[in-house]
């Protein structure tokens, strides 16, 4: 088998939740050696939607594959000097906190700088390290809020945030990209750097075109549920035993739709001619699909949706995604054994993978402080020196 791209990189990750770890979790894939390091009784991440007998959460089984998993307690006698001589083995160094938060911990650029030189600092916070939210925390929720996303989502008088963690997983890639691109850099100068990201910088990066939008044309858009606000018919019909997504966008697709409903006359309707007016007047053309649909079963009607090539899918619960016959058949999850779980913990693959490289889970998470040992004593710590770090919790 040929190297991993990432082989011989180690990275510390400090990360709570989503951003951080999953930042991580993208590296490890790539074969990093990450290691993931808690809190002694074990970070508040790591019990979020709880599916091990233990406690151990989805959320971090799903953004902690591939790691090594140690206790450290930074704030105990001693923990600053077990923290230096991890940083001084590791090529990066993750954490999502805020900015005096990281100072604090001894996790600021220039406390990392000061042990190893040319280490990569991939610091990720609410709002960023400058403005007048600077120290403020937040979760996922908090980005979609103010970037303008949820005002968009739900109906007009109730605005909706995605279950989805959008904001939390973007950052993670934004992040993880720019350390891919510091260690190419590094590899080429010799120098490390700080990376600073943060999950409103990121919800504006993803909802960016509404805010050009709106500042060009001061349009004011307001929610409009599962109908889209560009091209149509594009929203969610309801047919005899479920329900489908539809999204007709251009031209080309507007005009199979109309010949597979019998309304070809449309294409000479002046209030169809594009489609901003097609999503302007979207209600007529919901309604007209909405009959369409309601006399089908949803396979019927995505049969026919997929002759006529028109982009449709199911409406799935997470029960029916996992019994797809595509998610299946493609592999599109590694089933993964974990203690306390008795059935396989299925992880999803990396979205984009790179043919013919390895790139796979190839290790479940970690149980809490599964590989302290093993780590201090690639450190140096004797068996003794563990010990006595054990009866002072230190790890």
């Known amino acids: 088998m040929s190297k991993t791209i990432l082989e011989g990189v180690r990275v510390l990750d400090f990360g709570r939740y989503v951003a951080g770890p999953?930042?991580?979790?993208?590296?490890?894939?790539?074969?990093?050696?990450?290691?993931?390091?808690?809190?002694?009784?074990?970070?508040?991440?790591?019990?979020?939607?709880?599916?091990?007998?233990?406690?151990?959460?989805?959320?971090?089984?799903?953004?902690?594959?591939?790691?090594?998993?140690?206790?450290?307690?930074?704030k105990a006698p001693g923990g600053q000097a077990v923290l230096h001589r991890l940083v001084a083995s590791a090529d990066v160094v993750i954490a999502n906190l805020p900015p005096a938060t990281m100072a604090e911990m001894g996790l600021d650029y220039e406390s990392v700088k000061a042990v190893r030189p040319d280490i990569i600092l991939t610091a990720i916070s609410a709002f960023g390290p400058t403005g007048p939210y600077a120290e403020r925390v937040g979760f996922?929720?908090?980005?979609?809020?103010?970037?303008g996303a949820v005002w968009m989502s739900g109906t007009p008088g109730l605005p909706m945030k995605s279950f989805a963690s959008w904001v939390d997983f973007a950052t993670a890639l934004f992040a993880s990209q720019a350390t891919l691109a510091a260690l190419l850099d590094r590899n080429r100068t010799g120098l490390?750097?700080?990376?600073?990201?943060?999950?409103?910088?990121?919800?504006?990066?993803?909802?960016?075109?509404?805010?050009?939008e709106e500042a060009l044309t001061g349009i004011g858009r307001q929610s409009s549920g599962n109908r889209a606000q560009s091209g149509g018919p594009s929203d969610a019909f309801r047919t005899r035993d479920g329900w489908i997504m539809?999204?007709?966008?251009?031209?080309?697709?507007?005009?199979?739709?109309?010949?597979?409903?019998?309304?070809?006359?449309?294409?000479?309707?002046?209030?169809?001619?594009?489609?901003?007016?097609?999503?302007?007047?979207?209600?007529?053309?919901?309604e007209r699909t909405a009959q369409w649909a309601a006399g089908l079963t949803t396979r019927e009607a995505l049969d026919a949706l997929a002759a006529a090539r028109l982009p449709a899918g199911p409406i799935l619960s997470p029960r029916e995604v996992m019994q797809d016959v595509h998610v299946r058949e493609a592999e599109m999850f590694t089933p993964m054994d974990y203690p306390g779980v008795d059935k396989p913990v299925p992880i999803a693959l990396s979205a984009a993978r790179l043919v013919g490289t390895p790139?796979?889970?190839?290790?479940?998470?970690?149980?809490?402080?599964?590989?302290?040992?093993?780590?201090?004593?690639?450190?140096?710590?004797?068996?003794?020196d563990i010990a006595q770090l054990r009866a002072a919790r230190v790890v």
């Open 140 to 147: 996922d929720g908090i980005g979609q809020a103010m970037s």
């Open 246 to 286: 539809l999204q007709v966008l251009g031209d080309p697709i507007f005009r199979r739709w109309t010949r597979l409903i019998g309304e070809s006359h449309w294409l000479e309707d002046p209030r169809f001619a594009t489609d901003d007016l097609r999503s302007q007047n979207g209600a007529a053309l919901s």
């Open 22 to 74: 999953f930042c991580a979790a993208q590296l490890a894939d790539l074969g990093a050696d990450v290691i993931r390091i808690e809190r002694i009784d074990g970070g508040e991440d790591r019990y979020v939607y709880p599916v091990s007998a233990a406690g151990d959460g989805a959320i971090f089984l799903q953004s902690n594959r591939n790691k090594r998993g140690m206790t450290l307690d930074m």
């Open 192 to 212: 490390g750097c700080e990376i600073q990201a943060s999950l409103f910088g990121s919800a504006l990066s993803v909802f960016n075109y509404p805010l050009l």
């Open 359 to 384: 790139q796979a889970v190839r290790l479940r998470a970690p149980t809490l402080g599964e590989h302290t040992d093993e780590v201090l004593t690639s450190l140096g710590y004797s068996r003794e």
